[in-house]
């Protein structure tokens, strides 16, 4: 099973994914709901930081380089430091920082946290890309402090059109932040995957839902 497969299985045992009708910010009706805020024990977060960390050592196998994890407070800080720890596990030790939603102004001061990312080469961790304000305000925080962002590492890419349920935009949030940034964007899993899930699964409480999801991305994915 993939590492997208895996997470998907798991996202479902913990109710991060559910199946039915749910109303997004957009005003769509979507037949699945992610939220990654349910990863709330100790067990569920170790299993989200190795889905991250073997999507990054994939990558890294195929040539990508990296030298540092971001996390974009407050949701990034957790993801990124349990990535560094699974990554050590997994025999890759890398440092970790983040930032702190004001600036400090006593101790060592300033918004940023952890390891000096001057020199680095930078991937910036979350949960998803929605409207990309995390990514644009991490790159700058990342380029002031002499790094390079490298990459942006997300659970799971929606691969969804910008705009509204009768406003469709052209491009999706991932593509938008690939095309502003000329950064490329990982995701443990794509809509993508969890169509092929659900095509794969005998589970006939989830291939229920397949048709909904299917015209869902027909009408609005990319």
Known sequence: MTVAAQFIQFALTQNVLKFGAFKTKAGRISPYFFNAGLFNDGASLLALANAYADVLLEKRAEGFEFDLLFGPAYKGITLASA???ALAQKGLNTPYAYNRKEAKDHGEGGVLVGAD???KRVVIIDDVISAGTSVRESVRMIQAAGATPSAV???LDRMEKSGTAEDVGQYSAVQSVQQEFDLPVFAIATLADLMAFLHESD??????HKANVAQYREKYGI
Do not use: D
């Open 153 to 155: 590492l997300i659970a």
């Open 117 to 119: 990312m001057a020199g």
């Open 203 to 208: 589970n006939q409480q989830l291939v229920q």
């Open 83 to 85: 990535t560094a720890m």
